[in-house]
Each structure stands twice: as structure tokens, then as C-alpha cells.
């Protein structure tokens, strides 16, 4: 190819994409061709170089819903045409949709170009213009017209394309430029942003668009380039549509006295640099301009049962309306037909009675549509894919518009537009379950001749399962067959991922593959069972034969077969079996799946004669010895009887026996396992007397050394005799012998027998105990001071069995007395064999005379500063607390608190004896307290002597005061003073305790001057003292009002008649403790107005 020349673009920053289109010549001058570039094959006719690329085939867009794109990135370019002739005769209308973005915020650049170029220009002689600015025209061998979609706006700049016939920079402009043969000057264009044209402001490229493509509803463009020739000239337009149902609007028109070659080529053209833009083109028609053309488009792929809609445009390309024009479309069969709807493409004039079409043998047919000129209408038909077979693979859709009769049509090739639709292959799910080790079977229904494949995947322990590819039939069927294993032992799932696909082969001889959804079938593939391993023990001619039947599986079941045989799942069970030659066999199942049969024959085994028994009659306690006999050697004897015996194989003993043994014993012979039927004998034992009971001393368990021993013996057998034996050599036939003050070595063990008819009975031990005599040694200690009770005795006993108990005659029972008083004791002291002892009287003696008491006088005083000590009479004092506790020395109080104080006092001599304690109280008695002293003044307002009032509280008992006035005579125990001339006292106050306290006060008068006094504190507790809350004193006072407030502003009490004072309470509520506001308003006697605010503190 020859080298492509490059011109200056955006400043070396540029985007450039060519496209060119070629149609196939239909007839000598009528033609009309479509081209997508939605599908995933590139046709034959496309010739696409560099880096253009069709996006559904690249991956980046689904197959049917692609584009072509030929730059993707800066400093690329790329184009493509088809290579077929297009006649010019009749002109020529190109019409495409385009797309230029991008993700980037850089300027979009540069632009594209459509143009026709001589059809003799093709693979080998044909090259793209210059790039940049250019746009890939400038400079194209055998170019005819030019059209440049320029973004940037270098493709009308002088400077850049070397044209001095251009007018300058323009961007988001659309240029038109004359052929190669003319130097591809510039003919017309619109100004910026298709300035100068009825779709002013409007740009080519969309900008960012973030990460994808913009969509239709947010930006479309659609162009249409008409070369027609009108009286020997060539007339070019170039028009746009700006939204999918929008009118295709005129922006430029030219024409041109220069013919086109008898055949055209179309193409387009792209490059970048260091800005870039997708520049991506698809839905191209090229047809012959005039006229009623139809063009249909639909689902390239469709499956069964989709809901579908085609749609016809159909275009009036001449200048005058038409009306009446007849629309076919002949539906494809299986397409079932819903409804049908029209769109104006937003020409109003343009026309469509949709109730006037019909339908009949899957044709529609309606002639009302009517199209104004250079329009177009959009008819929509809606319905349902409904295929009933597997075979149809391809729609084919003939939609036909036809000018109405008397209009002429330059070409009745385009009136006819053809479209078909591909079958998507789908396939049915399937689950199945199978056993191990057999075929899946896997019956798949799809469309007729579909490849399938399939990828595997499983759980559980499975062999055989692969991934693979299919054919379906004629039909759509297809089995997929695998034998498939479980080594495992549980049911395993195989799933098959089953991809069903087609490739069409289209028209131009290209292909389309269209891909049906996967869908995973499942097959359950259930573990076949081992076969079972049958275990046969042997048994006997007429015993049961046990049939034990096992497998690796586990959580079979089993299967028998076999005559006469009891199941139980593992087990089958032949009673009483005789010999035969019957087969006995098994098979396990599992979740359905049966294993192999396993066989066995019965295993029975002779068995031994009947044996029989001879035995002599002994005496009761003597061993009596049984001996078996029988015919058949070699074998076992197994022995039974009334109690176990002790066998010798055929000889068996009853050791001892008794009476209590009497009766039936059996014996059996055994041989190889095999037991013959019991011989029996019937066996008597002599009896023999009662073994005699025993006891000593009548059963008291033990003696003590120096006691007689009393031996007794007696048997149930009438006129039994009895003999004895013990330690010492000692015997005896009496029943009931004693030995005399027994000493220790007459203890041990004794036995006695009883005899009658010959039989003695077995001796009766008895036991005979001697315990030691005690020995007990007394230490105690006399009472240490007289009237005491510290004594002690503690007694130590020896040779006794421990442990030892006690009882004195004071009642205790403890092996040491202590805290004793003087006085005489003994005790009784017990071993644990029941032996004891009396001691002698043990005397405690009286101890050393007590020191004198202490004498001490009780001590009140009033409260008051210092301390006072307690002192009393006596020799080594020693204080105590009240709670009995000592002091080091005697008590020091303060007089500061009052209180009631208790100690104690005693004396103690060398030896630690004490006198008994005496006992002394201190009282600091409460001084009382005078909390205030209320007065009216002398001579106020008329008074000429004045009054005080004395408050008080606390004192020893809050009662009973006494009140004076130490300056005068004066003593009362009224709380109020009358008559108190001016000038200086001090009040006293003594309580009933005689505990007092004082407090000067001065009477003053003031003349005309006497206002109201409240004090700054109350008490409401009901003691009458200070209980209310008034002024302290009062003359004569008008437009009295008091009022008291609490923290909240809330007021609490108010008064006009200052001896109404409060309480503390509000409605009978008491108020809490706290700071409290008071107003007082009010005119003294001289009639002056008196404001007066303060603060009170409640006190409870």
C-alpha cells in the first residue's frame, strides 16, 4: 500500500476515522445495500485495515449490538470500505449512524470523513488521504466527494491542509470537498457548531462520557449524503438527525458540474495523535435516491417464544408528498402476529391507518400510509417467535412499499427490503439419577443440528465424567452418554454445564454464531453396592443355620433367596436344618442399586449319643462324685445340676453337698461343637444334724479379765450330742461348759460339733474375747483465788481398748474437768470393750482471799472546755471499757462533747487475783443555747419600755428553762421580758440540769424611726420556738404586705398584718430546708413608705 501522507491535525493531537462502504451493482443502474456492523464475522466485502476493529467480534460488544470502531487510543488509525460497485446512474443515497466520544476530558479530535472514491480502486491500488486535519480525504486516489465530520475544526484551516480555498478554523463543522482530480478543494461547509444551518449550536461529538458509550436517548446522530443529478448537474446534500424518532433535517446543499465514475466505492477513514475520541459508525444503507424505498431491520437473533418486533422505514426520498402507497410485509411462518403501530418520525404530515391493514396467510397488506417528501415513517410490527418444530433456524421477513400508481419510481430494486433473524438454540434442563457404573443417558431436546457443549463438574468420588461436545440430530434430539462410576459411598452429583450454540451462515458468506444460555442438568450418581461376602459358621444336624451376610458399602440392604429361610437383612436363618444340596444366595441394595449375588451350600456337622450317670449316696457335708458314660468317643461332657459342680470332663462333684442339693443333674456329650440330648439321674444326700449355734456370757460380744466364760451350744436336731474344743487344750461334751475367772489366755477360738444317724455337722467357730482391765492415772490443780473456778482434773486411762469415755458425778463426760470450783469429784471411766473402773474421790481445794474492792464516785459536769480524769479508792487499780475491755491507765474525758461515759474499776494482787469491778459514769451534760433574742424597743411609737423575747434550744433535756436578767432581779421561766427600761443586760438561761448560758442584749429607743426587723432564720418544728417567720417586733404600721418567694420565683406565703407570720408549709405541705427571698412593703407611723428585701434560711 502506498505511504499515507499526514497532515497537521489538533495541534499534533489528533483523531481521525475513515470508513468506506461498497454496494454490490443490483441491476445497470438500480441498486440498494445494508450493512450493521453489528454481528461478530467480518464479511467477505469488508475491508478493514490498521486498527479498526468491529466491537462485536473484539468482545466489547454482544454479538448484534455492535459497531465498527477504528480507533481506540492516541497515535492510531484505521479505516475500512466494502468492495463493491456502486452504479452512479441514478445517484447515490448513503446513510449511517455514527458516534463520537470519549472517556477522556481532553477535546475530542479530530473528526471523520465519508466519501466516494472510483470503483476501480481497491485491495492493492488504494490508500487512505493524508490524516490529521485532512481526515483521510485530501489526497485519496480517485476521489469523488468528500464529506469531513470535523470535531477539532482543522479540516477547513488553510494553514493545516495546505488550501487556500478554505475558509479557517472551524470546529463541530461539516465540510464538503471537491474530488482528487480537483485537489479536493473546499467547497461549502457550515460554521461552528453547524453554524448557518437550521440545527445551530448543535455538535457532532458528544465529549466525556464517563466510562461507556453514551445511549441513543442521551445522544444520536444520523447522517445522510445524497449525490443526485439534476439537468446535467450533480446535486450533493448533506442532511442529519439529531434523536432516534427525529426528522432527518438539510445542512448543506451544493452542486457540482463534475460527473461521477460509473461506479463508486463508499468509505470512511480515522487516525489519532495525542487527543483522541471513538469514532464508531453502524446501520449503513446505500441505495438509489428517489423515490419509495423500504428498509427493515429486527432481532438478528431471536429465541423461541421471544417477543419480537420489526421495523419497517419507509422513506419518500422524492420532494412531493405522497399518499396512497401500498405496504406488504410478508411474515415469516412461526411468527405470530400481535399488533401493529406507526411513528411519523415527527413529520406530522406523514400518515398511517393502522385499522386498515389485515393479515392473511401470514401477509400483511395496507395501503393507507402517506409520506410527505424527503420523509420517512416507521411501521412497527409486534409479535411472539412461536416455532412448533426444531429444524427452522433462519426468519426470513420481506417487507415491500410501493409508490401508487401513476408515480414514477427511478428504482423499484430498493422498494423491497429483506431481513432475517437467527434461531439462538436453547436446551431443556434435565436431573436424572443413576446407579454407579451405568450410562447416563441424558436425554437433551434442542434446535435441529445445534453444537453442544458441556463442561463437568462434581461432588463426591466419581470417575467418568467429562467434558465434551455434541451434535443434535434432525430433530433437536441428543443423548449424552457416559458410564459413569461412583468410588465412593455416598451418591455423588455430576453436573453437566450444557452450552447450546449454532453458527448461521449469512448471505454475503460470512457467519454469525449465536449462543443459548447455559443450563446445568444434574445426574445423581447413586455408589453401587459391594458385592456381599456370606459367613457360614457350621452347626449341628437339626440346629438352626445362620446365613451372615456382609458388605464394604455400608447401609445396604440384603436380598435372599433360598427355600425356607427366615430375613432379617443381613441375616437369614434355616430352622432345624438337615442335610441338602439346595443354593442359598444374596445380593445387597442401595438407594435403589443392587450389587452381584453372592452363593453358599449348608455346613452341618453329626451329632454325639445320649450319655448316662452312676453315683453312690454320701453324707451331707462329704463330696458326692457322679460319673457320665456314652458309646460315641472323643467327646466333651457339659455338666448341670441343682448347684455348680466341679467337673472332670465325664466325672462331675458336688463338694460338701447338702440336702439342699438334692435332685435332678444332667450331663451332655459334646463333639465338634455338636451336643447330644441330656442323660439325667436323680441324687439323694444323707442329711446331717444342724450345725450347732454358740455364744458366750449371752452373747455380749467380749468379757473382762477375771470374769467367768460361759460357753453355750445348741442344735435343731432333736438328741444331737456335742463336742468342744478350745485354747489350752480345752474339751468338752457338755452342751453348755464354764470356765472360772477367766484370765487372758483363756480367749481365742472355740468350736463345737453336733452328731446324729452317724453324721456330725460341720463346727461352729466361736470366738471368745477377753479385754484387759484399765488402769486410770488423775492429775489436778487446785482453784488459784478464793471463790474461783479455775480447777482442773484430767485423767489419763491405760490398757483399756481406746477410745475411752467418762461420767462424773458433776455430769460432765470429757476426760479433763476445767473452771472447777473446790469440791470433791469422781468419775466412771468406760474402754470401747464395755470394761470399766470407779475412781476414788478427787478433791479440789479453795484458793487465796480476793483484794478489796475499789470505791468511786459518779461525775456530772456541764459541757465546757477542758477534760476531767476519773479517779477511785483501792490498791493496782485497773480500768476497764463498758464492753470490758482494759486501759492502761484511768480514763480521760473531754467536756467539750456531751455525752453519758460507763468504765469500770477492780484490784489486783501479786497472784492475778481480782476484787470484783465497780462501776462509774460520767455525764457531760449539754449546755443550753440561745438561738436569738427578739425586742421591741422602748418608746417606739408610744411604747416607753421595751420588750425582749429569748430563743433557745438544746440543753439537757430541750425543757423546763429558767430565764434572767443578771443585771437585775429579775428570774422567771417565761421566755419573754416586759418592761425593760433602755440600756445594756445579759440574759441567762438554765436548763432543769442547771447547765446555763447568757448573751448581752441593749434596749434603745428610737423615736419616730422604728422600722420593721424579720430575722434571718426559722424553724418550723413545731417546739414553739422560733416556728414562725415574722417581724420581731412592730409599732404601729399601715399598707403592711409581706411576701416570701422560694428559688424557683415561686411564692410561697404572703400577708397584709405583720402578726401573721409563716409557717414553713404551703397548703399543709412542709417546704424543704433552704435560702428563701422575702419583699416587705409598708408606712411606718410617721406615714413614711418603706421597701425592704432579704433572704431567709429555713432550718428543721
Known amino acids: 500500500m502506498p505511504q499515507t501522507p499526514k497532515l497537521p491535525g489538533s495541534g499534533f493531537k489528533t483523531l481521525f476515522v475513515m470508513i468506506f462502504l461498497s454496494v454490490s451493482v443490483l441491476s445497470q443502474a438500480q441498486f440498494s445495500m445494508t450493512e450493521t456492523f453489528a454481528n461478530n464475522n467480518i464479511s467477505p466485502n469488508l475491508i478493514i ?16 449490538q455492535g459497531w465498527l470502531r477504528l480507533t481506540n487510543n492516541i497515535g492510531q488509525s484505521g479505516y475500512c470500505y466494502i468492495n463493491k460497485n456502486i452504479p452512479s446512474g441514478l445517484g447515490v443515497l448513503a446513510e449511517f449512524e455514527f458516534k463520537a466520544w470519549s472517556t477522556s476530558y481532553d477535546p475530542n479530535a479530530d473528526g471523520f470523513s465519508m466519501f466516494l472514491f472510483d470503483a476501480n480502486y481497491g485491495p492493492g491500488t488504494f490508500s487512505i488521504g493524508a490524516l490529521g486535519g485532512a481526515l483521510g480525504y485530501i489526497g485519496l486516489p480517485g476521489a469523488y466527494i468528500g464529506i469531513g465530520l470535523d470535531e477539532f475544526g482543522n479540516n477547513s484551516n488553510p494553514s493545516v491542509v495546505g488550501d487556500v480555498s478554505a475558509p479557517g478554523f472551524i470546529s463541530q ?107 464508531e459508525i453502524r446501520n449503513l444503507t446505500v441505495t438509489t435516491p428517489g423515490g419509495v424505498r423500504a428498509e427493515k431491520t429486527g432481532p438478528q437473533l431471536f429465541k423461541n417464544g421471544d417477543n419480537v418486533s420489526y421495523k419497517v422505514k419507509v422513506y419518500n426520498d422524492g420532494f412531493t408528498p405522497q399518499s396512497g402507497i401500498a405496504f406488504t410485509d410478508s411474515l415469516p411462518a412461526g411468527f405470530q402476529f400481535g399488533s401493529i403501530a406507526f411513528d411519523n418520525a415527527g413529520n406530522p404530515g406523514n400518515t398511517f391507518d393502522a385499522n386498515a391493514g389485515s393479515v392473511v396467510n401470514n401477509v400483511y397488506t395496507n395501503s393507507s400510509l402517506g409520506l410527505n417528501g424527503g420523509s420517512y415513517g416507521i411501521i412497527t410490527l409486534n409479535g411472539m417467535m412461536a416455532l412448533t418444530d426444531s429444524a427452522t433456524k433462519q426468519m426470513r421477513n420481506t417487507a415491500i412499499a410501493k409508490s401508487p400508481t401513476g408515480v414514477v419510481d427511478p428504482d423499484l430494486i430498493n422498494d423491497t427490503s429483506r431481513f432475517s433473524s437467527y434461531r439462538v438454540p436453547v436446551i431443556n434442563k434435565k ?82 454464531t449465536a449462543t443459548g444460555t447455559a443450563v446445568a442438568s444434574t445426574v445423581t450418581v447413586k455408589p453401587m453396592p459391594a458385592t456381599p461376602i456370606i459367613t457360614l459358621t457350621p452347626v449341628c444336624e437339626g440346629g438352626d443355620q445362620i446365613f451372615k451376610a456382609s458388605s464394604s458399602t455400608p447401609g445396604v440392604t440384603y436380598n435372599w433367596t433360598g427355600p425356607k429361610l427366615i430375613i432379617i437383612n443381613d441375616q437369614a436363618i434355616l430352622q432345624a436344618a438337615t442335610p441338602n444340596n439346595t443354593i442359598y444366595s444374596v445380593s445387597a441394595t442401595l438407594n435403589g442399586c443392587t450389587s452381584p449375588v453372592a452363593s453358599t451350600t449348608l455346613q452341618l456337622k453329626p451329632v454325639p449319643a445320649t450319655p448316662t450317670i452312676s453315683w453312690t449316696p454320701t453324707c451331707e457335708g462329704a463330696d458326692e462324685v457322679l460319673t457320665a458314660s456314652t458309646v460315641t468317643s472323643g467327646v466333651t461332657y457339659n455338666w448341670t445340676g441343682v448347684k455348680p459342680l466341679i467337673v472332670n470332663n465325664n466325672q462331675a462333684t458336688i463338694k460338701a453337698a447338702t440336702t439342699a442339693d438334692n ?44 470374769s467367768d466364760l460361759s460357753l453355750w451350744a445348741a442344735s435343731a436336731t432333736p438328741g444331737a450330742s456335742y463336742s468342744w474344743t478350745g485354747p489350752n487344750g480345752f474339751a468338752s461334751n457338755l452342751a453348755t461348759p464354764m470356765i472360772s475367772n477367766a484370765s487372758l489366755s483363756a480367749a481365742g477360738h472355740y468350736l463345737v460339733t453336733a452328731t446324729s444317724n452317724g453324721c456330725t455337722s460341720k463346727p461352729t467357730d466361736l470366738n471368745v474375747v477377753i479385754n484387759n482391765k484399765i488402769s486410770v492415772d488423775v492429775n489436778k490443780k487446785d482453784v488459784t483465788c478464793q471463790g474461783g473456778s479455775d480447777g482442773t482434773i484430767v485423767l489419763t486411762a491405760s490398757n483399756g481398748l481406746a477410745p475411752y469415755s467418762y461420767k462424773w458425778n458433776n455430769g460432765s463426760n470429757q476426760q479433763m474437768l476445767a473452771n472447777l470450783p473446790a469440791a470433791s469429784y469422781n468419775a466412771k471411766v468406760t474402754d470401747a470393750n464395755g470394761c470399766y473402773v470407779n475412781t476414788s474421790s478427787i478433791v479440789v481445794s479453795d484458793g487465796a482471799a480476793l483484794p478489796p474492792t475499789p470505791v468511786a464516785d459518779n461525775i456530772e459536769v456541764c459541757e465546757g472546755t477542758g477534760s476531767l480524769t476519773l479517779s477511785a479508792e483501792g490498791v493496782n487499780l485497773q480500768w476497764y471499757n463498758s464492753d470490758g475491755s482494759s486501759l492502761p491507765s484511768a480514763p480521760q474525758i473531754s467536756k467539750g462533747t456531751p455525752n453519758a461515759y460507763s468504765y469500770y474499776v477492780n484490784s489486783k494482787d501479786a497472784l492475778g487475783c481480782e476484787s470484783p469491778k465497780t462501776m462509774i459514769t460520767a455525764w457531760i451534760k449539754p449546755v443550753p443555747e440561745i438561738t436569738a433574742i427578739n425586742k421591741r424597743e422602748a418608746n417606739c411609737n408610744g411604747y416607753p419600755k421595751g420588750i425582749f423575747e429569748v430563743l433557745v434550744d438544746g440543753g439537757c433535756k430541750n425543757t423546763g428553762y429558767t430565764f434572767s436578767l443578771l443585771n437585775t432581779t429579775q428570774s422567771q421561766i417565761s421566755a419573754t421580758f416586759t418592761n425593760i427600761a433602755p440600756g445594756n443586760y445579759t440574759v441567762q438561761v438554765t436548763d432543769a440540769c442547771g447547765c446555763s448560758a447568757s448573751q448581752s442584749v441593749t434596749m434603745t429607743v428610737k423615736m419616730n424611726d422604728c422600722d420593721l426587723q424579720l430575722p434571718n432564720a426559722f424553724t418550723p418544728n413545731n417546739d414553739n420556738k422560733n416556728d414562725i417567720f415574722r417581724p420581731t417586733s412592730w409599732g404601729i404600721v399601715s399598707d403592711y404586705k409581706l411576701q416570701i418567694y422560694n428559688r424557683q420565683g415561686q411564692m410561697v406565703f404572703q400577708s397584709t398584718r405583720p402578726e401573721d407570720g409563716w409557717n414553713g408549709s404551703i397548703r399543709g405541705m412542709v417546704q424543704p430546708e433552704g435560702t428563701y427571698v422575702w419583699l416587705l412593703n409598708y408606712k411606718n407611723a410617721n406615714g413614711e413608705l418603706r421597701n425592704l428585701k432579704g433572704t431567709v434560711v429555713l432550718l428543721k
Request: glycine content about 14%; proline content about 6%.
Open 431 to 512: 436431573d436424572i439419577n443413576i446407579c454407579g457404573g451405568s450410562n447416563t443417558s441424558l436425554a437433551l431436546a434442542t434446535m435441529a443440528g445445534a453444537q453442544l457443549n458441556w463442561t463437568v463438574s462434581s461432588t463426591g468420588s466419581v470417575t467418568g465424567a467429562v467434558a465434551g461436545s455434541g451434535t443434535a440430530d434432525a430433530s433437536g434430539n441428543f443423548t449424552l452418554n457416559q458410564t459413569v462410576i461412583n468410588t465412593g459411598t455416598t451418591p455423588a452429583l455430576v453436573t453437566y454445564t450444557i452450552t447450546p450454540s449454532y453458527i448461521h451462515t449469512l448471505a454475503d458468506g460470512s457467519t454469525l
Open 49 to 64: 485495515g490498521n486498527n479498526a476493529a468491529l466491537t462485536a467480534a473484539s468482545g466489547i460488544d454482544p454479538a448484534g
Open 173 to 279: 463543522a461539516i465540510t464538503v470537498r471537491a474530488p482528487t482530480s480537483q485537489n479536493n478543494i473546499y467547497l461549502t461547509g457550515t460554521g461552528a457548531n453547524l453554524g448557518n444551518t437550521p440545527l445551530a449550536g448543535t455538535a457532532l461529538s458528544y465529549g466525556y462520557s464517563g466510562t461507556g458509550r453514551p445511549t441513543d436517548d442521551v445522544y444520536y446522530r444520523k447522517a445522510r449524503i445524497t449525490v443526485a443529478p439534476i439537468g446535467g448537474l450533480y446535486q450533493i446534500i448533506v442532511a442529519l438527525q439529531t434523536s432516534p424518532s427525529g426528522t432527518m433535517t438539510n445542512i448543506l446543499t451544493t452542486t457540482t458540474a463534475t460527473p461521477p465514475p460509473a461506479n463508486l466505492k463508499i468509505g470512511f477513514a480515522a487516525s489519532t495523535g495525542s487527543y483522541w475520541a471513538y469514532h
Open 663 to 706: 435332685g435332678t443333674y444332667s450331663v451332655t456329650a459334646t463333639l465338634d461343637g455338636c451336643t447330644s440330648q441330656s442323660g439325667t439321674a436323680d441324687v439323694v444326700i444323707r442329711p446331717a444334724p444342724y450345725g450347732p449355734a454358740a455364744s458366750y456370757n449371752g452373747g455380749n460380744g467380749s468379757i473382762c479379765q477375771g
